[in-house]
């Protein structure tokens, strides 16, 4: 009933606190045979890590991963690779303030997680949130890394298309902007715009929430299962369990209810190799909750982060009325290191999906019969 485990065939367990030693999680069900080194999770953990720019936390945390098991390396193996036993992954905490929460040890702060842990457990890490901190996520992000190693040929990707009400022109959409702008923007004319914003939201002391769009590129026909093992619904379930994400939405998602029903089914034709051509997309790439083989496409909501510098109404432990202003280091818009937690939920469970629809079916697909 711990609820620190996620996944059927491949199973991710996260661990630590944000102002513990250590964080880390376990993977577990990962096949044998696949090349990993520390080195191919590190350049994910890097995209996510705090830090890295002025608009994101300043702790400095070099978030250098380090494989504890489940790997192993001969002569014989051409390289180190996954022994298909569990896979330990550490990664320290060296940066921490705590006494930066000293103030907020006795009372809850607005927006965060501090009563709901309180009243559940009657005991809670106040020292950044403990787990329900947006720390535990790069536990997460080197998950993903090993997640996406599973699913060769599918090519997850993810973008920040709005921050707090400024939005991007999607026919300005360019992938290869998003590596360019320190806000995954795959529209270069809305950077400055969300800097101006940003940096009157962090002068203000205040926060701003943001959207963040992924996308996964060569995910075959047939992954996922009906009814209660739907591709979709453990999507939104990855995706909704990550920090201070507060919507989901699959393909049009809540878009679609505008619609109607011609403009929504998405039309076939038959392809140039024989096979079902799709003229649009509408359903994110999952119908049934089974892939269609289209991309995979579902967007995240990210709330304002609740660590502000404006003072708010809050209570104690005591049941005492005060006010309260959170210190510390704290990121104004949590969406933008966002990015790769949500790539990484992404290949986490598609991962998963691909393993039990290979225990299932083998691994093939069924395909149209040749036309005459």
Known sequence: MSHNTFGHLFRVTTWGESHGPALGCVVDGCPPGIALTAEMIQRFLD??????????????????????????EDERSNGQRTTGTPISLMIENTDQRSKDYSEIAQAFRPGHADYAYFAKYGVRDYRGGGRSS??????????G???????????VRAALTQIGP?????????WGQVERNPYWSP?????????EHLEKIRKAGSSTGAIVEVEAIGVPAGWGAPLYGKLDAELAAALMSINAAKGVEIGEGFASAAL?????????????????????????????????????????AFKPTSSILIPR????????????RTKGRHDPCVGIRGVPVVEAMTACVLADAFLR????????????SAQA
Do not use: C, Y
């Open 47 to 72: 995209k996510r890590r705090p830090g890295s720019g002025k608009f994101v936390t300043q702790r400095q945390e070099p978030d250098a991963v380090r494989i504890l098991s489940g790997v192993f």
């Open 134 to 143: 947006a720390r535990e996520t790069a536990a997460r992000v080197a998950a």
């Open 145 to 155: 890394a090993i997640a996406r190693l599973v699913i060769p040929g599918v090519t």
């Open 166 to 174: 400024h939005a991007i022109n999607r026919e300005n959409w360019d």
């Open 187 to 195: 529209d270069a004319a809305i950077v400055p715009v969300w800097e």
């Open 260 to 300: 109607t029903g011609e403009d929504n089914a998405d039309a076939m034709r038959l392809g140039p190799d024989g096979q079902p051509a799709f003229l649009s997309n509408h359903a994110g790439g999952i119908l049934g909750g089974i892939s269609t083989g289209q991309p995979v496409v579902a967007r995240v």
């Open 313 to 324: 109404q809050t209570l104690n432990e005591a049941g005492q009325e005060v006010d309260l």
């Open 357 to 368: 629809h290979r225990g299932q079916t083998g691994g093939g697909a069924f395909t149209l």
